[in-house]
């Protein structure tokens, strides 16, 4: 079975310093990753997924099969970075399977 | 174009009641999920509905449990006889097609079962 796991509840740094947020995955077959964000008093949103490898709002993430990890970084953060992370993975159905959130917090 | 919507935003209920939580897809989109998010958990699927049919349900509680996608109308998750368990964030996400990445989330519903 399918299982993501987010080892981090609270992830608390000064801006301008450089943040991971850190997101392992069970599966055993080429899932699918992606990182989403729920701003305060907002909904959930995608940030961004491994197939189009994008940079997102300075944020980057690279799929490494051999660890088995999807971790989400940033060189700089911003106090604008403030917000519950979610990484998630599809198994090729049209389910998501969420792990269970950090909270960034950036302090000025 | 409005988003999901959901409502109630909150909902309370007492032991044994019904809940009701209702979901409106974004124009346009067919394909209907709905999560539940346990406090300190993260969002766990439920079920995956289009328009009239359930496609999967791999993750509803077997009793108690049912939703349903009408042809006109909002999508509805029941849940009949609520106990204190049931009490958590209910999210709806909808799209246009069946691609997981284009699931759009609702705020959700927080139901509080006293």
């Known amino acids: 079975a399918q299982r993501v796991t987010q080892p981090e509840k609270l992830l608390s740094v000064f801006k301008g310093a450089p943040v991971e947020l850190k997101c392992n995955y069970s599966?055993?077959?080429?899932?699918?990753l992606f990182w989403y964000v729920q701003y305060s008093r907002q909904r959930l949103q995608l940030l961004l997924r491994?197939?189009s490898r994008e940079s997102i709002k300075g944020f980057t993430a690279d799929l490494n099969k051999g660890e088995t990890s999807f971790h989400l970084k940033k060189p700089f953060a911003q106090e604008e970075d403030s917000a519950m992370y979610y990484c998630?993975?599809?198994?090729?159905?049209?389910?998501?399977?969420f792990g269970g959130g950090t909270r960034l917090m950036v302090k000025p | 174009n409005a988003g999901v919507m959901q409502n109630p935003r909150h909902l309370v209920r007492r032991r044994g009641q019904e809940a009701r939580l209702r979901c409106s897809p974004m124009k346009g989109h067919s394909h209907v999920y709905w999560y539940r998010q346990l406090p300190e958990e993260g969002l766990k699927f439920m079920v995956y509905l289009q328009k009239e049919n359930i496609i999967d349900e791999s993750g509803m509680p077997k009793e108690r449990f049912s939703a349903e996608f009408p042809k006109e109308g909002p999508s509805i998750l029941r849940i009949q006889q609520v106990v204190r368990g049931d009490s958590a964030a209910y999210f709806c996400?909808?799209?246009?097609?069946?691609?997981?990445?284009?699931?759009?989330f609702g705020p959700g519903t927080r139901l509080t079962v006293t």
């Open positions: 599966y055993s077959g080429s899932p699918e």
């Open positions: 996400a909808s799209s246009p097609s069946p691609e997981p990445y284009e699931q759009y």
């Open positions: 998630a993975l599809n198994n090729a159905g049209n389910m998501l399977t």
């Open positions: 491994h197939i």
